[in-house]
């Protein structure tokens, strides 16, 4: 289909959209990003649904898929981050948890208390606390540019009678974004600032300890010179698709986060020294000993955990696929 085609879409998309142009011809990629996922009724992720494992009707895995194993290197991972601090001291709190897929759901853990806040609902962190998130900050809203005609044009999304098209849009985009100058025609650049603004929000909440966040991303730099077809990818019914306005409130639509954004979120909140690693150098570097133990466990045999330790850390799996920001952040001194 080419962009210039109308996607169909449902009469509630189609109603949800109209009433957020409010009369415009054309929304932003990121306001129709905003309706198509959490529109509280034709919203991707306010559907009551499971959306993540191997079962009929699902869309997409995670590293959840191999909870409990998951959960507990994860817990374990953090307990070593934390140093000589005692983790019972610690909330754990998880920030865009899928109904019934926490990471903590399952068995014991270290912390003095377990909570899963979902995809969109109001954030309350305080005190000594431990906040993490998995695959969260990709799938927030963002903006679609194309460097067109010698110069960047943000793209939209226009509303139909019974469909959806692409639209270019003005005015120039964000001047935040430090744009190149020049691009080849048609470079692509999927800007995912609502995960920054994300970030600093959770970020900015009354509290201190360990963030830790695991995603996948790139640097800016890498955003705006090695991608030039964007980032922005549809996941329905397991399969990878390009075509973002297909399905709309029926798909999930992500893009890689901007890990220079996250990292400065962070530090303009507290945050020492971010640093982002893949998840098998993560979990090598900081669960080793967790590890250790399962491999001696179970040797000699290829149980359920080993094989979920390989799909967690080989590279052609998830290993090099995904990465984890952690930074910390101490207790606040008075003067």
């Known amino acids: 289909m080419q962009p210039s085609d109308e996607y169909p879409a ?43 494992g191997y079962a009929p009707g699902t869309d997409f895995l995670t590293a959840t ?42 068995g014991p853990h270290p912390f003095r208390s377990y909570r899963a806040a979902g995809i969109g609902e109001p954030l309350r962190i305080g005190g000594a606390s431990v906040v993490f998130s998995n695959e969260l900050f990709d799938a927030q809203p963002f903006r679609r540019l194309r460097f067109s005609a010698g110069r ?26 430090a744009l190149p100058e020049a691009a080849p025609e048609g470079y692509a650049i999927d800007a995912p ?24 991303g790139k640097s800016w730099v890498e955003l705006a010179q090695a991608t030039p077809a964007g980032t922005a990818r549809a996941y329905r019914g397991h399969t990878q698709g390009n075509d973002l ?24 909140t507290g945050f020492e020294d971010p640093r982002v690693e893949s998840q098998e150098a993560f979990f090598t570097r900081h669960a080793a000993d967790f590890i250790a ?36 952040r101490p207790r606040a001194v008075r003067a």
């Open 10 to 52: 449902s009469p509630a998309i189609l109603g949800a959209l109209r009433a957020r142009a409010g009369g415009r011809p054309a929304l932003s990629f990121e306001e129709f990003m905003d309706v198509a996922l959490y529109d509280p009724v034709a919203g991707y992720y306010r559907r009551e649904r499971p959306r993540i």
């Open 65 to 106: 898929a191999s909870a409990p194993l998951f959960g507990r290197m994860v817990a374990a991972a953090c307990v070593q981050l934390l140093g000589a601090a005692r983790p019972g001291d610690y909330d754990f709190v998880e920030v865009g948890a899928e109904s019934g897929c926490g990471v903590l759901r399952e």
């Open 152 to 177: 960047w044009r943000e793209l939209g999304v226009r509303v139909g009678a019974a469909g959806l098209a692409e639209a270019e849009m003005e005015p120039a985009p964000h001047a935040t974004l």
């Open 193 to 216: 600032l609502a995960a920054a603004a994300l970030a600093r929000a959770i970020a900015g909440q009354p509290w201190h300890g360990l963030f830790v966040a695991f995603d996948y």
């Open 245 to 268: 306005l297909a399905f709309a409130g029926e798909q999930d639509l992500t893009c890689h986060v901007c890990w220079d954004w996250l990292c400065g979120a962070l530090r303009e």
């Open 293 to 328: 133990s399962v491999v001696a466990a179970e040797a000699g045999r290829m149980s359920r955990d080993k094989l979920a330790l390989l799909q967690l850390l080989h590279p052609a799996h998830m290993g090099q696929k995904f990465q984890v920001l952690w930074a910390l």
